[in-house]
């Protein structure tokens, strides 16, 4: 479901010409960080380690 969710989320950013999406995720829920890697996301921990931000640059890729 996650999988199905997130080709959703894509395919719609890039219909609507959004250039980036931005996931805040709690730093235990690894399998939402390892699912956002798994689509190009770039993933960074805060300084305070309370979350992980996921950054996906749309203009950067090419949609299949």
């Known amino acids: 479901l996650g ?15 959004i250039e980036q999406i931005v ?3 709690l730093p235990e829920n ?3 960080q ?9 993933t960074e921990s805060h300084q305070l380690g309370d979350m992980v931000k996921a ?3 749309l203009s950067r890729q090419v949609l299949s």
Do not use: D, S
Request: net charge positive; aromatic share 6%; charged share 20%.
């Open 55 to 57: 950054t996906l640059h």
């Open 23 to 25: 996931a805040e995720i």
């Open 3 to 17: 999988n199905q969710l997130m080709q959703m989320l894509i395919k719609v950013a890039h219909q609507e010409k």
């Open 30 to 32: 690894i399998p939402m």
């Open 34 to 42: 390892q699912l956002c890697r798994k689509y190009g996301f770039e």
